[in-house]
């Protein structure tokens, strides 16, 4: 992990402590994706176009968050990008907090949201390009795969989709993504900071169809004693444990 990385989780980890609830598992998966999009950058130029003293700038980049566990990592992420988010923050997506695009609080909700704002800027023919981070689990859910159909009946080619990968039967949802006629594009490893900025890059010069990145990840990727223990995937760390945390990541 590089620092930026490091740093960001210890963050969202204070933050829940502090909150005194949260599903830092879950959230930890996410990190690197969040931090891989808003810091990524190709020749001194940002992969995502955004500007934290103008978040509604019209030439922006669109990033949607449907995976909502993962909101702690935006807000962490948004913060150190320099967006001034209020002192008190909703526990669901809400357009009114500066960085945030769409008002999400259900699974897959997200999802729909980030194929409507992609259609839109196809026919108003925009310079910009969509994100959204999706948990494999909302892939359980009818409306995704409605939602994905439309994406490529559309040819969104400026619709790009993050699955957060973790516990689903990956070849069988890679394929249907193919089926459905998605571009899709594989990681191996969804912590690494080059590789998710290299996925991003692929995916923001795909023509003709919407491309899903595949990211499989860790819960609880970063805490040694907590990775791979599902017992800690919707869990507040004790003080304890945070002690021992803060050791490891500062």
């Known amino acids: 992990m590089n620092k930026r990385q490091k740093e960001l989780r210890l963050n969202v980890l204070e933050y829940i402590f502090w ?24 020749n001194g130029r940002q992969i995502f176009k955004s500007d934290a003293s103008m978040p509604q700038m019209p030439e922006r980049d669109i990033f949607v968050l449907s995976k909502l566990t993962a909101l ?7 913060n150190m990008r320099g967006y ?10 809400d357009r ?36 959204c981070l999706v948990g ?14 439309i994406a490529s009946e559309r040819n969104l080619d400026r619709l790009c989709v ?11 949802i890679q394929e249907k993504f193919e089926a459905f006629g998605w571009k899709v594009i594989k990681l191996r490893d969804a912590h ?13 010069i795909t023509q003709r169809k919407p491309t899903c990145i595949w990211a499989p990840t860790v819960k609880s ?29 500062l």
């Not at 005194?20 to 891989?36: K, Q």
């Not at 001034?84 to 997506?93: G, H, N, W």
């Open 19 to 42: 909150k005194g609830r949260g599903h830092s598992g879950r959230i930890l998966s996410s990190v690197d994706i969040l931090e891989g999009l808003y810091f990524g950058e190709e």
């Open 72 to 78: 702690p990592a935006l807000y962490s992420v948004l």
């Open 84 to 93: 001034k988010l209020p002192e008190v923050l909703p526990d669901e997506p």
């Open 96 to 131: 009114k907090v500066p960085g945030i695009e769409a008002s999400v609080s259900e699974d897959a909700e997200g999802l729909l949201h980030a194929v409507g704002i992609a259609e839109a800027i196809k026919m108003d023919r925009r310079n910009q390009h969509v994100f």
């Open 136 to 149: 494999d689990y909302e892939l359980d859910n009818g409306p995704a795969w409605e939602a994905i159909s």
């Open 162 to 172: 993050v699955v957060d990968e973790n516990s689903v039967n990956e070849e069988r």
């Open 192 to 204: 690494d900071h080059d590789e998710i900025v290299y996925g991003f890059l692929r995916a923001r």
């Open 221 to 249: 990727k970063g805490v040694p004693f907590a990775e791979h223990k599902p017992e800690y995937d919707d869990v507040v760390y004790s003080e304890e444990e945070m002690v021992e945390i803060r050791k490891i990541l």
